[in-house]
């Protein structure tokens, strides 16, 4: 199981993602007998009002039932949460956490670089949060960086492969 984490901006890296599994599933999955599942809040998390937050119910529902835990970021860093900054580095910490307590999931993440096409699309607070967020990775280890989706599909196709067949 694959684990999901990105901010709003991140649809078409998403989609991207399971494209990439499913090519891996029927490519060296077969061979390698395993196949990839991904888990994401809007096709794995059942809607429910309790008395939390949403980021604690999304918490809550995934829990540690992944593998690996693939993080990307665009241009936005998210929505605040009690626990973090935004919903992404909450759940990257908690994968992070379980990393280093149990190192029972690989912990992947990826920036782009690409230049926004419209000036509009910046938001200079957001900008530095991610500065600041990869400063933060910076110091834990080595993140990937992709520029626009097109490179993002290869990147994440080769990390996992490559990770596979380590395996």
């Known amino acids: 199981n694959i684990f999901i984490a990105s901010p709003s901006d991140t649809i078409e890296e998403r989609q991207i993602c399971e494209k990439v599994f499913s090519e891996i599933n029927h490519g060296i999955g077969n061979i390698y007998s395993f196949r990839i599942e991904s888990l994401k809040w809007e ?21 540690n ?10 241009k936005k860093f998210g929505s605040k949460t009690t ?9 990257f910490n908690n994968a992070f956490d379980r990393y280093l307590a149990n190192k029972d999931v690989e912990v992947i993440f990826y920036f782009n670089e690409e ?3 419209l000036m509009s699309e910046l938001n200079l607070d957001e900008l ?25 599909e290869e990147k994440l196709r080769k990390s996992l492969t490559k990770y596979f067949i380590e395996q």
């Not at 096709?43 to 309790?50: L, M, W, Y």
């Not at 400063?135 to 993002?152: A, M, P, Q």
Request: proline share 4%.
């Open 43 to 63: 096709n794995d998390v059942r809607p429910t009002i309790k008395n939390t937050d949403g980021q604690s119910i999304i918490n809550e529902q995934i829990g």
């Open 65 to 74: 039932s992944y593998d690996i835990f693939i993080g990307i970021m665009n």
């Open 83 to 91: 626990k973090a900054g935004s919903g992404t580095e909450e759940e």
């Open 115 to 117: 230049p926004p096409k």
């Open 128 to 152: 530095v949060k991610i500065k600041e967020f990869r400063k933060k990775l910076t110091n834990l280890g080595i993140y990937g960086t992709y520029n626009g989706v097109f490179d993002f």
